[in-house]
């Protein structure tokens, strides 16, 4: 069965390869893509996500321009992790396409109305953009099928801050409205579907290596010898698949900066995995929990914390995945990318 897919997404090189993940499945009928500012300002998350169209050969996915900035505060960016434009050392190509003359809250809105109670979405930037379309749309929640977030970091140290990850650290009054707003849309029933919420906790279990990147290509029918930490920094891919050149070329930054970072030469595919647990729930272990974020404090601010005593006494509003089987997810990551490589190649 297709189901309608919405993204909003902070593309970036792990965005983009969520993004290709959702476009590589059957399973999947992207709706609507929302560029949400973050790690790169919003104006390059826009050209990103139609340059990835552009060189995917589709046409006629919606993409839309969100806010500049977080709910109340400057936007920091992060060209440290994911390169100057957002996709490492990768080019896009140029595109006729445009953006949508509405922007991502409106997106989110329009999607989620149109597809009543069958939209699957997945948020793996900050929440800005979801909290303002909440705004717009308080009953959203009861719209949706499913709801994925990356974001967060639960009984795990953050990589932002030594306590938040990165999406709930740049807008950390959008998540806390978010994680409010669903409860409160469901009047204090127990919400029907849950957002399942996929912090670093869990998505740091699934590290891209060079040895699974040349899976990949071999996968798209190209071969390519292994990246090394030894190669040239910024050596280009001379893959003969166009795609597959470009997640090459976004990859060995992201490997690069993980080295650096003293994580070795690997990558955290954390939106890629959202973007599995969308389609299929069934790859993680979840367990129901409040969710609330920490706003105030002087060392906390971004902080995700999970009630699991249920100290605070209140509904549960999140679904936290807790258990990952990394090989089955770079199984069916490896086919269907490969496969959808080859015909991008083709
Ligand atoms: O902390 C990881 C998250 O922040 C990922 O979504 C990555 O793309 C960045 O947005
Ligand atoms: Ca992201």
Known sequence: MTHPVFADVDTGVDDAMALTYLFASDDAEVVGIAS??????????????????????????????????????????????????????????????????HDAADAWVRAAQSHPGE??????????????????????????????????????????TPVAEWNISVDPEAAAEVFGG?????????????????????????AMTPALLNRLATAAGVTADPMSVHDER???????????????????????????????????????LAAAVALDPSLVECRATTVDVELTGTLTRGMTIADWSNRWGREHNALVGVGVDPGVFFDRFIDRVGAFARQVGS
């Open 36 to 101: 949400t500012a973050g790690n790169v300002p919003v104006h390059q998350v826009c050209r990103n996500n139609l340059g990835l169209l552009q060189l995917c050969g589709l046409s006629g996915i919606p993409v839309s321009q969100g806010a500049e900035a977080p709910l109340s505060t400057p936007l920091r960016t992060a060209e440290d992790t994911h390169g100057p434009q957002g996709m490492g050392y990768a080019r896009l190509p140029a595109t006729e396409q445009r953006l949508t003359g």
């Open 182 to 206: 669903w409860t409160a849309a469901w009047g204090g029933r127990p919400p029907a579907h849950l957002p399942i919420v996929l912090g670093l906790n869990l998505t740091e279990n699934i």
């Open 119 to 160: 939209l699957i979405a997945i948020a793996v930037g900050p929440l800005t953009n979801l909290a303002l379309a909440l705004r717009k749309e308080p009953a959203l929640p009861t719209l949706l099928r499913r709801l994925v977030i990356m974001g967060g970091a639960f009984d795990y140290r953050g990589n932002t």
């Open 234 to 272: 910024g050596a280009r891919s001379a893959s003969a698949n166009p795609l597959i050149a470009v997640l090459e070329d976004a990859m060995r930054f992201y490997f690069e900066f993980h080295h650096d970072q003293g994580e070795g030469y690997l990558a955290h595919l954390h939106d890629p």
